[in-house]
């Protein structure tokens, strides 16, 4: 919305400053914090009062849990998702579609993970609804949004998968990158999911992940800086960047009340929207395979359920004491603090890792 202020330029001195992606993304930063420190606590006193009991604790998860963690209100992604869009809305340029299309997505996966927490709170169980149902829902949306990236984007690039390190190198999947993208969404989504198992263990590298995804964002959609990288340069991009800084200032502000012991969960609500959200930002920039360097530590977590399913299905045997991961170092005798701390050093440095992928060609 400031960014239509640029209309009148000629005739308000300084007004051109909100043409600058940078100044408009630290303006995001700031919005989304300040909207969930405003409302977090009456959204917070509001959720316990509906909710009752809190979010119901999986009976197969850590004993400790049944005990500290029982009664804490679930749904705190309305939170971040509430700084997410006021900031968005007000900083970001909504002429460019990119900024619609993944909005679109972070809000569609937001709504089915609301729905799951609903049917989660109201019967006080640990199961919403469907995998099935869920995953065709979140399928579906992710399909929708991968073709109108495509379909914006207009060239074949739009449809060709870029490989870390090499230069020129692409693999073109015609029309089937769709179906491909639209898999990179869904598991980004889930694998955000799986890794909200503690307090403050998927804000952070979510966080970290958005940062990430800001600067490739604002360098995939300048042309020079583009040219200079040898990446992908995809004309658009660079407006994404001030989403990734709204989803920072609102995890800074949602982090304030989830810092252990949280005082909300994030529930299904966010952590499907963010990871819905980073999947979509991975595409449009051509930054698929990049994302799971970067997101590394969801993979893992996402891995680790994997295995242990396949593995007691076809063995009768469990490789992790518990899985996601993160529960297998609590059987450990790890403390919380120290998985979550732990995990965000993990996160860091995969960040960086995944960030000289954009030099190292």
């Known amino acids: 919305m400031f960014y239509w202020l640029t209309d009148l330029a000629g005739t308000i001195p300084g007004i051109n400053v909100f043409r600058y992606i940078t100044f408009r993304t630290g303006g995001a930063m700031v919005t989304g914090a ?54 968005t809305l007000l900083w970001a340029n909504l002429r460019n579609p990119y900024v619609w299309i993944v909005l679109g997505v972070t809000l569609g996966f937001g709504f089915v993970g609301f729905y799951d927490d609903y049917l989660k709170v109201t019967k006080q169980t640990d199961a919403g609804f469907s995998a099935r149902t869920r995953l065709a829902v979140e399928g579906l949306i992710a399909l929708v949004a991968c073709s109108l990236i495509v379909w914006v984007g207009r060239d074949q690039s739009a449809t060709a998968l870029a490989i870390p390190f090499l230069k020129e190198f692409t693999i073109n999947f015609g029309w089937f990158f769709v179906f491909f993208a639209a898999f990179i969404v869904v598991g980004a989504g889930n694998a955000v999911n799986l890794t909200d198992g503690l307090d403050g263990l998927a804000i952070v590298p979510v966080m970290i992940a958005a940062g990430s995804f800001g600067m490739i964002a604002y360098l995939a959609g300048n042309a020079v800086f583009a040219e200079y990288l040898q990446i992908r340069y995809v004309a658009g991009t660079g407006e994404l960047a001030v989403l990734c800084g709204a989803v920072l200032g609102a995890g800074l502000g949602f982090l304030w009340f989830n810092a252990p012991p949280a005082s909300i969960f994030m529930g299904d609500t966010g952590s499907l929207a963010l990871g819905g959200m980073l999947g979509a930002i991975a595409v449009a920039t051509k930054h698929e395979i990049v994302l799971a360097v970067i997101g590394g530590l969801f993979v893992l977590e996402a891995v680790s359920v994997i295995v242990q399913v396949a593995s007691f299905k076809l063995t009768g045997k469990r490789i992790f004491r518990m899985a996601p991961i993160h529960h297998h170092f609590e059987q450990l005798g790890w403390t919380e603090p120290q998985i979550v701390i732990r995990f965000w050093i993990v996160s860091v440095m995969l960040a960086l890792a995944g960030l000289s992928t954009l030099k190292l060609r």
């Open 34 to 87: 300040l909207v969930v420190f405003m409302f977090g606590p009456w959204i917070i006193d509001h959720l316990r009062l509906a909710q009752g009991k809190g979010q119901p604790i999986r009976a197969d998860g850590p004993p400790t849990h049944l005990v500290t963690k029982k009664g804490t209100p679930t749904m705190g992604g309305l939170m971040i998702l509430a700084g997410l869009l006021v900031a």
